[in-house]
């Protein structure tokens, strides 16, 4: 196994583009995990950690570059308060050593349905910034970024660098569903964002479908009936939940069934906008 460690973005993009076939590193978090267990045995590992800028975030505009080494621990400690749904999901990730570690730029590539940082992603509209030697930079939005099980967007020769995404409009919040409080994988999870000043909600799901993925139905229901000035119609709070359940394909494993899948999904879809709502109101109240 070869093992590449390019000190500059530069040298990165060249030794993808000379090996394709070379598996990203950073925190190791995932990979490292794959191959102690035979899962992979990958021709060449591409270490990351010595480029410096994918571990640092900028903000322009109201919209947020956020590296795709910025550790978790990072996001929640200096990026709670404009991104709140994410730091949110970033505290239900594994252990602090983990926190401090991992990265979204990571759970990004490795694209598992499970991954804590899709949810708030999607629900926010965030963009992924990858970029290649022979192409340049691409922007892939989070909605078209998921293409199946472990399986991304991403060509043969690009790496993600950044990840892009506005400053919350409203409250956001995360919900996830585990065998335990701390260091478990997801059985399911969900985020919300209320966006006021477009009257509209962002959603997504998490550990529920062959990907993450938003709950457009649910979405385009409150787009259409939510009244911003007045408290949640308990009816239109119950079909948001039915829809959003709809919205996943889950599947039976050995952490949870498909049809608790279903029916979690439908409890935090409720949970988080109730939440989200008491905080719009009183925002409006202050």
């Keep these: 196994m070869d093992f590449l460690r390019p000190t500059t973005w530069a040298e990165a993009l060249a030794a993808k583009a000379d090996q ?28 990351l950690t010595r480029v410096a800028e994918l571990a640092t975030w900028s903000v322009q505009d109201g919209r947020y570059r956020v590296g795709a080494a ?3 621990s990072t996001i929640i400690s200096e990026l709670g308060g404009p991104l709140p749904g994410l730091a949110q999901a970033s505290r239900t990730v594994g252990s602090p050593q983990i926190r401090n570690r991992g990265s979204v730029g990571g759970n990004l590539g490795a694209a598992s349905p499970a991954g804590d940082s899709h949810p708030p992603l999607l629900a926010a509209d965030a963009v992924i910034e990858a970029e ?28 993600i660098r950044a990840f892009h995404v506005r400053a919350a409009g409203g409250p956001q919040y995360f919900s996830k569903v585990g065998t335990r409080n701390a260091m478990v994988i997801a059985v399911c999870s969900f985020a919300v ?22 709950a457009l139905k649910a979405e385009e229901l409150l787009a259409g ?27 039976d494993d050995v952490r949870g069934t498909a049809d608790y899948r279903r029916h979690a999904i439908d409890v935090m879809a409720r949970r988080t906008l109730t939440w989200a709502w008491h905080d719009h109101l009183g925002r409006r109240a202050a």
């Design 193 to 214: 964002a209320l966006w006021p000043g477009e009257r509209r909600v962002g959603t997504g799901l998490g550990s529920a479908a062959p990907t993450p993925r938003r």
């Design 70 to 72: 910025v550790p978790y």
């Design 132 to 159: 290649s030697l022979a192409e340049g930079v691409r922007l892939i939005p989070a909605a078209e970024f998921y293409l199946g099980v472990k399986r991304n967007a991403l060509r043969p020769d690009e790496l």
């Design 20 to 47: 394709p076939e070379a598996v990203p590193l950073q925190g190791g978090t995932d990979v490292m995990v794959e191959i102690n267990f035979a899962v992979r045995r990958p021709v060449a590992l591409l270490d």
């Design 225 to 251: 009936e939510l009244d911003w000035d007045a408290p949640l119609d308990p009816a239109l709070l119950r079909r948001f939940g039915e829809l959003a359940a709809l919205a996943a394909s889950p599947i």
